[in-house]
């Protein structure tokens, strides 16, 4: 029996198609009964004609009904089953909640704000004027937009050495997805990895879960030991030899020519991953590994992340002339055409130099005061890697600590620093536990406060 | 030799630099030689003793020098190797261009623009505000941002009868990405993938490219004809219920329930693409498919590239409550935040509902005029496919041409119509072509003008 209530908020054609619905669900209205006509149905409920038809139309499209010219609706013969009624009672909401301290010495995050710099919020007010004004919108290319790829082709061969057309440039989503392409392109019946030991995790994860057979290659205090890799050929290295991650040493030229010639004899390929070669507070910028290649051995990444923010979510890969990722292995181009566009003109305006200048000198400031506090308290006990560039340090610290008891214990301080264990494929040997406190998050003018805090935890935990 | 020229550009630092680099390169300095002592090359060449320096301890910086305390500086063992010198004469810089015509009904572009939108931009403005006053920038959750998956959480509960948390929810960087994750969640040992024929050409591209066996099943006027899926147990099946594409039908209620009985008995999964489901010119749109499964075997497949613009490079992907998919499956979050917020904003103030209605009634404006254009000049002669909803038509034209002739003879007229036969699996037994015409790019006022010029490729090939 159908009910409308034309004082409720429900709109009576709803109330008529919900109604009709339920009673052929649960077959009150059986497989081939002719409904009533849409003209009577009207004069029964007191509905206009349109209503009906409306109502009845709706439940046609869905398959409830069928028709027939001139002899109007019919139920349709519908398996029987239990459609689940929507949940009235829903659960509680799922909360979303991050730990907090007051001092996070997190790897990555980044400061100052690229969202507050006038010349990135005019860039994105550009691109939103390019996009507002182009008749044709598009997914953009597979590699991702043209014209960023040439002002990045531009960029890199200022700033880093490299030589590279846009056509070898590909716009990712960000470091792992740069990483995944690659692992996706190469093939693990062809190649296994070398990765550096210590060295980036999720380069290991990305290419393990591909397949890949992974060696650990050692590194020095000058980066990863290129004698030991003559055990491997026909591999994939992959190697950071502007800043060595996490343990900071640049890649000698020495090792570097070796490293190619190894790669160039053994038909192997390195993956360069240069991902913050800009911040180097002593010297100039090393230049990069891609640059000494003239036999299209080395596939270079590099990144948004660490000169503007991480949540750009914009890397890319930089072929050699010789590579090319066909469009199936690409997909769509993987970055928003609004963003893509902003960092277009954000680098072609020369603001990007800029930033990464103005990020450079704050980093430098941690980066020295860092020094100074660890050479005024701790000289000669706390061992510091990773002096001279990039955004973090390493600290082995004379402990009888585990490396997770500290991080708990610094928690309790309301500071969090952070395990490097997880870098390791062979278990460190050194005795002494490594932590890691990154300075890219820190305000310049928070970090004394934080500093005397870390104090109050290296304190509790150092031998003496 | 080492020349300092003070009245050129580069500074003088680096002249030095390079110079006594190409020396050891070259090795004109062997190794292990000792170099000036910088206040002796600072005479030599009146230069100041720290500018001399730096050129150094970046030569050791980079591997071609080592020092000894209180000896000096010393010219480092390097392998011999031929560096590639700057290539100077850049090959001319790489074209990029797309051909385009004065009439294009590619499918898949949209109009009106959203970057024009007031709110649009308004939402861009409050996600800038956001991001500018967030003192801890980080890269996301790896599902994406948990506000947004909130904001489509309750929009999908509200607009297709989609009840799913946000935890269930997956923000990915586009429907391809979409795909990629679920190819890499399922195995291709334990799934077949069951693909609607004709139906979308990437989806099988991305899971034959993993591995999977596809399985075509026939679509007729009612979309997938689910009676032949008997055949297959395990799988997965890929279907298009709220709109088929290409060919457009509304998948019925009895064919729904037979679709889900069919995944329950034989442990199979559905996915379900619910690309433009809001687009129904006629009836409200059908509730999603997802909305009737009780048993977790749907996946639902939504986008914003069909709403707001492809170019967003923003899909998501709503799981049933028994999947989950693990972090290393799905990387770093894949959209870059500002566009998450903004969408996040966007949907949450009512906007996004706003902005459909206006695609909903500027397409149904479109959708009316080109059915009657041919209605008006080729009734009983061109069969349409797609009548109803979505942005695009199929039409099937008697003609002697072959489907690349009508789009190259097209292509003379100015105007970019598709071809179909890549829809499908099996070949398209019907005689006829049919051509594909895209409407959502091509803006209300053109449109008339557009259809001209479709008549006269139209007259030009049809048997008469």
């Known amino acids: 029996m159908i009910k409308i209530d034309k004082n409720i908020k429900t709109p009576v054609y709803l109330q008529l198609y919900n109604q009709l619905k339920e009673e052929i669900i649960t077959k009150q209205r059986k497989a081939h009964e002719r409904l ?7 004069q029964d ?7 009906v038809l409306n109502a009845y139309q709706q439940l046609e499209s869905e398959g409830f009904l069928y028709s027939k010219v001139g002899s109007g609706f019919y139920v349709e013969e519908i398996p029987r089953m239990v459609v689940p009624q929507p949940i009235t009672k829903q659960k509680p909401i799922d909360e979303h909640k991050k730990q907090t301290y007051a001092c996070d ?12 710099s006038r010349a990135f919020r005019k860039a994105l007010k550009d691109a939103l004027y390019t996009l507002e004004n182009q008749s044709f919108l598009h997914d953009g290319e597979a590699q991702g937009l043209f014209s960023l790829r040439k002002a990045i082709s531009q960029h890199l061969k200022e700033v880093r050495g490299v030589h590279a057309g846009p056509k070898q440039i590909i716009i990712t989503n960000g470091h792992q997805y740069s990483l995944k392409l690659l692992s996706e392109y190469f093939s693990p019946a062809d190649h296994d990895l070398i990765s550096e030991d210590p060295g980036h995790r999720d380069t290991r ?5 591909a397949g ?3 060696h650990p290659v050692r590194v020095d205090e000058n980066g990863i030991v290129t004698d030991e890799l003559i055990n491997y050929t026909h591999a ?3 190697v950071t030899p502007s800043h060595q991650f996490p343990l900071g040493a640049i890649l000698p030229i020495g090792r570097r020519v070796q490293l190619l010639k ?3 004899e053994t038909g192997s390929y390195i993956i360069e991953d240069d991902y913050d070669s800009e911040l180097r507070y002593k010297e100039q910028p090393v230049p990069a590994l891609f640059s000494l290649d003239s036999r299209d051995r080395v596939i270079y990444l590099g990144s948004f992340s660490k000169s503007l923010s991480p949540d750009l979510r914009v890397s890319y890969i930089v072929l050699p002339a010789s590579i090319s990722l066909d469009d199936e292995t690409l997909l769509s181009s993987s970055a928003s055409l609004l963003i893509q566009l902003t960092l277009q003109k954000y680098i072609e305006s020369g603001e990007y130099r800029k930033r990464i200048n103005q990020i450079r000198n704050v980093l430098r400031k941690k980066h020295n005061l860092i020094l100074d506090f660890i050479d005024h308290h701790y000289a000669n006990r706390i061992k510091v890697f990773g002096i001279g560039g990039g955004s973090h340090f390493l600290l082995q610290i004379p402990t009888e600590y585990k490396e997770e008891e500290i991080i708990d214990l610094f928690h309790k301080y309301d500071v969090a620093v952070y395990p490097t264990s997880g870098y390791y494929i062979n278990p460190n040997n050194q005795t002494d536990p490594m932590i890691m406190i990154g300075y890219s998050g820190i305000s310049l003018t928070e970090l004394p406060l934080c500093l005397e805090k870390l104090k109050t935890g290296l304190d509790a935990i150092i031998r003496s």
């Open 36 to 42: 009533p006509a849409t003209r009577t149905m009207a």
């Open 45 to 51: 409920y007191q509905l206009s004609r349109n209503t």
């Open 105 to 116: 010495f997190r790897y990555g995050s980044l400061e100052p704000n690229v969202y507050k």
């Open 205 to 209: 994860e990305v290419f393990s879960k």
């Open 212 to 214: 890949f057979i992974i």
């Open 236 to 238: 994939l290295a992959y």
């Open 262 to 264: 190894w790669a160039y």
